[in-house]
């Protein structure tokens, strides 16, 4: 019996001790552990070499081996001076580099390398990559920022940036990641540099950093060993004590660090820190502490790696032990790397000493010298290579890095606080948005990314507004029932309120508790904290800092072009604690990113300018806009050239184009495949079985199918304004086929419009009425009753062979249909259904009803049919006819707008949380209908010719599934499902006249589109 109680209790007990040592069985995250314990890497390396070296090195070489000393690149020829002697003559074993510049850094690298007898251990202290030490190189989120990350694999694929912007810098270590608990709010000296203060968060993001490096062959220091979370003393000036007891220092300060050694840490950085539950000796460091470092680290732990001392001439070690002994009493404690010891020489010597005594091993400084040895042969440095200067900087900023960068602060965005769904903002068609800037000084100029998705208006409000500009400002904002409050210039401090004033909140508390009302905080978590009391805010967003890609991307969020997937790293007061956050899941409205974000190489993206650089000097078109977007972000945005060829004003990006006969698929087309869901139109039904088609035309039996497909057998156009003007001569044609002093006006090959016409009496009229209520240009109306000519026109128009013909006569039927069927015409239709829900505002017909004339771009300057430059009225005569809303053309709109409908159409039928048509429909619509007899067309959308090249409305490269439209003013939209592309080309070819051919002559926007398609990298 009693056997078996010993047994028992040694079971028990080796149970207890796995416990200390795993902390899988504390709750570490799942999939954390590998099948088995991973040794440091570098033991396995480089073992002959470190002892040939060893062999050749004296008691005073190996001891220098252990020492770091500190680096500057920006401190000029005496400390350069100085760091060579200790190359040189004390023979240091590494070095640390600080500020500085990287071109200076690399020459200073090479210079003491080469002066080196055997290869320097170059360090960095570089938490967030080279940037937190260099100019001009990437300084990466904060690491409390990353903290609120869910996806860790984004933390390892950060840690192979990291590593190889190491690596190409000359630099072999990296003295991070902190692994240090900060679950003081208070702490001076780790705070943001801290994952956070949840034990599994950091944990997972630690192992994941330092996987990274390690992979990339960086060696790593985790800090600050046992633990600098919990205190309120910056260890740079004095010794912080962490009064814990060991089980709470294995459940929380430990936790970390065991699940990293367990994984194969390289190296450990000791803090100076006092823990007297390890070490009871007064004012005794962790540093200097033997049962922290061997008793703990080493052989409980079971860290074989590289220990290395935080500095040596800090505060909180130096105020209790002189030169020399600080560095004897670190190696008796078991630390391998004696970082910037104050006096080299007088650490050489103590140390040296000391093992003469007896009181250090000479053993331990050959095993801290091996280990050192082939941690630099793993990294390569034994090999000597210098740094090479040439295209460092270049490589260094790569922007192949970007893309990380971009999803890692989008991951990083937490949704705090959602009441009812605030977020992403629904039901833009009922939305009056404001946006107000709160700054120090009330100077800094509010983004204008909510533009993007619903136009509203920017305010700007100082931190310390007083009363009276608090209340202007509200009585400005009573006209809206959304309001976006962006807080900027905030602090990390808890002593000022983390820079949100007390006038901010106040304002917040007054605004009218019915609006919705969405607060964007540009600060650190805690700062969430001050909004307590704020029961009235509908969403609370933290963005952590001003800089213009967090808040882009958080207001992308609020609007659904990005996602919120972050959680706080740390509790905010009572208010938040650590680990809430509401997830939105997957944008739902496209998002603005960089093409590198989506798989485009924009090397081959500038190539497009090229092309329109050529046209613009070949005056092919006075400018255009072209926007491309993949995988539901725009990364392509741009603008060029002017609106007209005096140069007078310059494309912008919400300028407005005349669509043409985009509007077949963006109108009409798009109107049909929501009849078909509601089953109130179909495609095998003959045209006649609609109301709005006479029984008696012979249009009645041509198939639907057929119509929207451009096989019925229809004419390709009828010009009816023909019909309205006549020659003053009457011996004289209307038109001739050749140019002449009578006919000079070309209208198109081998048409010559006659110089001297009028309009047919009382067709016209210079103002409205109700008898001329179709407004067809400025000063221009045509009489009610023409509408029903135009009709009657085309149901009285012949039918020729059935084969595939371009004709737009069925789209103007189309519309009767429309109209007939929904009860409701046509304009107002498509917008309350499509266009104002989309957050496409620019689309619509007669864009002079909600936008200034010189927002929109003129087409042609028409001189033979409205005497006039056409500029917010529809270059085709049909549609002007019929006032600006047709089936055939008339739809105006910028890029954006556009590919928002593009996009929904490529997300088979989804936008923005809403269900527009139903995906079966679409896919219907844009397949290929007739592809077996060469016609190239869906139902009401174009496709491309795959059995000929460059015969198509759309590149070579552009894949079967893809579909779009292009329009007779120099447009295209297209999109392609297969590669996840939407591209638009919006251009006024036609100005001054549309008898310029040059675009389509030089395939400009197939050749623009085929660049978009070379660019692709996936």
């Keep these: 019996m009693k ?51 060893i062999e050749t090195l004296s008691l005073d070489e190996r001891i220098a081996q252990m020492i770091m000393v500190y680096g500057y690149s920006n401190m000029g020829p005496a400390h350069e001076k100085a760091v060579l002697k200790q190359v040189r003559r004390q023979k240091v074993g590494g070095i640390l580099f600080f500020q500085g510049e990287p071109l200076e850094q690399a020459r200073l690298t090479n210079l003491y390398q080469e002066t080196a007898e055997i290869p320097l251990l170059v360090a960095i202290d570089g938490e967030n990559g080279l940037g937190m030490r260099l100019q001009e190189t990437i300084s990466y989120p904060a690491t409390m920022i990353l903290g609120g990350i869910t996806d860790n694999s984004l933390i390892y694929r950060l840690g192979l940036d990291m590593g190889a912007q190491f690596k190409r810098m000359g630099v072999h270590m990296n003295l991070a990641p902190v692994a240090d608990i900060n679950n003081n709010p208070g702490n001076p000296v780790i705070g943001t540099r801290s994952f956070g203060e949840e034990r599994q968060n950091v944990t997972a993001k630690v192992v994941a950093l330092m996987e990274g490096m390690q992979d990339k062959g960086v060696l790593v220091a985790a800090k600050h060993f046992p633990g600098h979370g919990d205190t309120d003393t910056d260890s740079h000036h004095a010794l912080p004590v962490i009064p814990h007891d060991r089980n709470r220092l294995d459940s929380v300060e430990l936790y970390p660090f065991r699940e990293a050694i367990y994984r194969g840490l390289t190296g450990v950085m000791v803090a100076h820190l006092r823990v007297p539950e390890l070490d009871a000796r007064e004012n005794r460091a962790s540093t200097l502490s033997r049962p922290t470092i061997t008793g703990l680290l080493k052989e409980e732990m079971g860290f074989k790696g590289l220990i290395i001392t935080d500095a040596l001439n800090m505060k909180g070690l130096s105020s209790y032990f002189e030169p020399g002994i600080r560095e004897v009493e670190a190696v008796r404690a078991g630390n391998d790397i004696l970082l910037m010891p104050a006096d080299v020489d007088k650490a050489i010597t103590a140390v040296k000493k000391a093992v003469k005594q007896g009181t250090i091993s000479e053993e331990e400084v050959n095993g801290s010298c091996r280990k050192i040895l082939q941690a630099k042969y793993w990294t390569g440095a034994h090999q000597s290579f210098p740094i090479k200067i040439d295209s460092l900087l270049e490589d260094l900023n790569d922007p192949a890095y970007k893309p990380l960068i971009r999803e890692m602060v989008e991951h990083s965005l937490i949704l705090a606080k959602n009441t009812d769904g605030a977020v992403p903002i629904e039901q833009l068609e009922r939305t009056s948005l404001a946006t107000v800037t709160i700054s120090k000084d009330g100077k800094q100029a509010p983004l204008h990314t909510t533009d993007l998705y619903l136009e509203g208006d920017h305010f700007t409000l100082a931190s310390g507004a007083a009363l009276e500009a608090r209340l202007a400002m509200i009585r400005l904002l009573s006209a809206y029932n959304t309001i976006i409050v962006s807080v900027l210039n905030t602090s990390s401090r808890a002593s000022q309120n983390y820079g949100i004033s007390n006038e901010t909140l106040l304002f917040l508390q007054d605004l009218e508790p019915s609006v919705k009302l969405i607060v964007n905080v540009a600060g650190v978590p805690y700062a969430l904290s001050r909004f307590s009391g704020l029961d009235h805010l509908d969403a609370l967003v933290l963005s952590h800092k001003d800089d213009a890609l967090y808040q882009e991307l958080a207001l992308q969020a609020i609007f659904g072009g990005a996602s919120f997937s972050g959680r706080m790293p740390v509790s905010a007061g009572n208010y938040l604690a650590a680990g809430e956050g509401i997830a939105t899941g997957p944008a739902t409205r496209l998002g603005y990113a960089s093409p590198l974000d989506v798989g485009l190489n924009p090397d081959t993206l500038i190539k497009m300018e090229e092309i329109i650089r050529h046209a613009l000097k070949e005056k092919a078109m006075p400018g255009c806009q072209v926007l491309v977007a993949r995988k539901g972000k725009v990364v392509w945005h741009r603008t060029y050239g002017y609106h007209t060829y005096q140069r007078k004003s310059p494309v912008e990006p919400d300028d407005i184009y005349d669509m043409a006969s985009i509007t077949k698929m963006a109108s009409i087309t798009t109107a049909l495949m929501r009849l078909h869901d509601k089953g109130l139109f179909h495609e095998d039904s003959l045209m006649g079985s609609f109301e709005a088609v006479p029984d008696s035309s012979n249009k009645a039996d041509l198939l639907v199918a057929d119509v929207l497909a451009h096989q019925s057998g229809m004419i390709a156009w009828i010009p009816f304004y023909y019909e309205t003007l006549e020659p003053l001569d009457t011996s004289q044609a209307l038109l001739s086929n050749k140019y002449s002093r009578s006919h000079p006006l070309k209208i198109g090959e081998g048409a010559y419009f006659n110089r001297h016409v009028k309009y047919v009496d009382s067709v016209y009229q210079k103002f409205y009425s109700a008898e001329y209520p179709y407004q067809v240009a400025d000063d221009l109306y045509m009489r009610a009753d023409w509408k029903d000519t135009i009709y ?39 917008w309350y259904n499509f266009y104002d ?38 270059h085709d005569m049909g549609a002007a006819m019929l006032g600006g809303v047709s089936g055939n053309a008339g739809l105006f709109g910028s890029a954006n707008d556009l590919a928002k409908l593009m996009q929904m159409y490529i997300n088979g039928g989804v936008y923005g949380q809403r269900r527009y048509i139903q995906e079966a429909t679409l896919k219907l619509y844009t397949s290929c209908y007739n592809c077996e007899e060469e016609n190239h067309r869906g139902f009401g959308f174009n496709k491309p010719v795959f059995w000929e090249d460059d015969a198509g409305p759309a590149c070579n490269s552009a894949s079967p599934q893809s579909f779009g439209h292009s329009g007779f003013t120099g447009t295209l939209a297209w999109a392609d499902p297969a590669h996840e592309l939407v591209y638009i080309f919006l251009s006024n070819r036609v100005h001054p006249d549309m008898g310029n051919n040059r675009l389509i002559d030089m395939n400009v926007r197939t050749d623009v589109q085929q660049v978009v398609y070379n660019a692709l990298m996936d």
């Design 792 to 830: 009657k026109r085309i149901y009285d128009s012949e039918l020729i062979s059935k084969e595939y013909r371009y004709s737009g006569l069925g789209f103007y039927m189309f519309q009767q249909i429309i109209e007939s069927v929904s009860d409701t015409m046509l304009y107002p239709y498509v």
């Design 3 to 53: 056997n078996k109680l010993l047994q028992i209790s040694i079971i028990a007990f080796l149970i207890l001790a796995y416990t200390l040592v795993r902390p899988e069985a504390q709750g570490l995250l799942p999939g954390l552990d590998p099948a088995k314990r991973s040794d440091p890497p570098f033991l396995e390396a480089g073992a002959a070499w470190a002892d040939s070296v």
């Design 837 to 874: 829900p989309l957050g496409a505002h620019t689309l619509g017909y007669k864009p002079l009803s909600r936008f200034p004339r010189e927002r929109i771009v003129p087409t042609e300057n028409d001189n033979f049919y409205r005497r006039q430059l056409l500029q917010g009225h529809v």
